[in-house]
């Protein structure tokens, strides 16, 4: 069971800056990163009720916001309808970072789009560039190539080649 109301999840510490700050920021056996959540509700003044859900639940919601068929957005997209719907409150205000005088909501959406997009974009080449670095072949890739090469677990049998699995032991 998890509590996922803004008391617990969010407000987390400055983001690692090295490995090892890393192993301590996410929490590989719970799943996530270490988060203190949100003390009080700057809306109502009032500390956050509880909502305690199953992870299983939490987690599948989860997947199935970010992968919910062909009819929605693509998962950068969820961010862009995100701000839109924060942006139609009528208690939210358009304000750049927040502060200062509230911009018309045109100035607000373009400002509020590139930086979005912006930082997707760099989010996108950030997850490709880890991908690249510690992932290697898809297993479809893999199975597709020992496919080609035979079998190699018995050398009485047809399509028997001793070569089928060299490329893992690469």
Same mark, same amino acid.
């Given at each position: ?35 203190? !959540? ?58 750049? *970072? ?19 997009? !912006? ?11 880890? *991908? ?30 001793? *070569? ?7």
């Amino acid at each position: 069971m998890w509590d996922i109301s803004p008391g617990s999840i969010g407000n987390s510490n400055a983001l690692p800056r090295t490995f090892e700050e890393y192993q301590a920021f996410y929490d590989i056996a719970e799943g996530g990163v270490v988060q203190q !959540g949100h003390p009080i509700n700057p809306y109502t003044g009032k500390p956050y009720v509880p909502q305690i859900v199953p992870r299983g639940d939490y987690t599948r919601v989860l997947a199935e916001f970010w992968a919910d068929g062909p009819a929605s957005e693509t998962p950068p997209g969820h961010w862009f309808a995100l701000v839109n719907y924060v942006a139609d409150h009528p208690a939210f205000k358009r304000r750049f *970072k927040g502060q200062g005088s509230e911009l018309a909501p045109l100035e607000w959406d373009v400002k509020a789009y590139f930086l979005l997009g !912006g930082a997707l974009h760099d989010a996108a080449i950030t997850a490709w560039g880890i *991908k690249g670095w510690y992932d290697y072949v898809r297993p479809i890739s893999a199975i597709r190539y020992m496919a080609t090469k035979g079998q190699s677990s018995d050398k009485t049998l047809s399509h028997y080649s001793h *070569k089928a699995c060299n490329w893992c032991l690469a």
